[in-house]
């Protein structure tokens, strides 16, 4: 099978220009980046259909080129997202994003914030056409740009399959399409989270996971590759009001049934659209990435080789890459020079 892999060639770092170097993040993070964010953020709530209260917020450019709407990973926030804002605070799009239920500041389907827990996936799907149509639809865009980070990927995917005019262009970072469970395998889970479920335990951890715990750098589940953003993503989940633990047995069925369903709804996408591969991703299954982008009728590639899950809190050469490829949409920029190789 051939792949398209993003060669780091002079467009990068153009693309990425005004990024922070981690050699400075220690000192600019916070005496820049988080004040900016705070200041220029405009914050909200919203009350969905079955009582839940979503935070949300928005960056909004004086002169619109169009909106972006960012919908997060599992278990993020939105104050993980500072620094890209602030990375593309001079591309003339706002920015809208919110937390997702049971998420950040977001209330959840499980009274305990030490559990990742949801009744049923399709909420996820509600929650952003509500987000979507209170807050992003609230002024009018010259176009909207849907980014997905993950588990916001297959969420974005659904989504967009539903409402098709709802986008322009769609950004898929690491969009997850199926769940990396190694050792096991899937339909093994599948049994374990739908037995337990069954049997009145669909609030209790799956095997192997437990309350909220900081993990260590070395050999991150994201395989995140730069330390000072590492702990930077540490510190913001210290202060979080949902931190949500280990996946229940619920939580993680309703995490398959999602991922099954965005790969399925790929097929209706019809935006044109970037889907970027971490190279050595271990959170989710590439191959499926990979299936998902064949389906959508208009859809381009870009594998970052040395990049795991945790692409936008990588290494410079990594997220420059990561920046760089949003970059490329936000502005319609040509084809990047592009290389195949076999994989």
């Not at 892999?5 to 400075?24: D, H, Q, R």
């Not at 200041?39 to 839940?52: E, F, I, P, S, Y």
């Not at 900081?214 to 995140?224: Q, T």
């Not at 936008?312 to 319609?332: F, H, K, W, Y």
Request: charged fraction near 20%; proline fraction near 5%; glycine fraction near 10%.
């Amino acid at each position: 099978m051939k792949k398209v892999v993003l060669s780091v060639f002079l467009f990068v770092t153009l693309l990425s220009a005004g990024a922070i170097e981690e050699s400075s993040y220690g000192s600019v993070c916070p005496r820049q980046v988080r004040p900016w964010f705070e200041h220029a953020a405009k914050r909200g709530t919203l009350t969905t259909a079955d009582g839940r209260t979503l935070s949300w917020l928005a960056v909004e450019a004086r002169h619109e080129r169009g909106a972006v709407v960012i919908v997060q990973g599992w278990t993020e926030q939105m104050a993980l997202y500072d620094e890209l804002l602030y990375d593309l605070r001079d591309s003339g799009y706002s920015f809208y994003l919110y937390d997702l239920r049971g998420q950040g500041r977001s209330e959840g389907d499980h009274p305990s914030d030490d559990r990742w827990y949801v009744k049923d996936w399709k909420s996820f799907v509600s929650d952003l056409d509500l987000f979507y149509t209170a807050i992003v639809r609230a002024r009018p865009h010259p176009e909207t740009v849907f980014l997905g980070y993950s588990m916001g990927g297959a969420i974005a995917t659904v989504y967009l399959a539903e409402h098709p005019t709802a986008a322009d262009r769609l950004i898929l970072l690491a969009p997850m399409y199926r769940i990396n469970t190694s050792p096991l395998p899937l339909f093994m889970v599948r049994i374990v989270a739908g037995g337990m479920t069954l049997f009145g335990g669909g609030a209790s951890y799956l095997p192997g996971y437990g309350p909220y715990e900081a993990h260590p750098f070395e050999n991150n589940p994201e395989h995140i590759t730069s330390r000072l953003r590492f702990e930077e993503r540490a510190r913001i989940a210290g202060e979080t009001a949902y931190r949500p633990g280990g996946v229940t047995a619920k939580g993680g069925l309703e995490l398959v049934r999602l991922s099954a369903a965005g790969l399925k709804a790929a097929a209706k996408i019809t935006v044109p659209a970037l889907l970027v591969e971490a190279g050595r991703d271990r959170v989710v299954r590439i191959p499926a990435e990979d299936r998902a982008a064949a389906r959508m009728t208009n859809c381009r590639t870009i594998v970052i080789t040395d990049s795991g899950h945790g692409m936008m809190a990588g290494s410079d050469p990594i997220r420059n890459q990561t920046v760089g490829a949003i970059r490329s949409v936000l502005e319609r920029t040509p084809s990047c020079r592009l290389t195949r190789s076999r994989s």
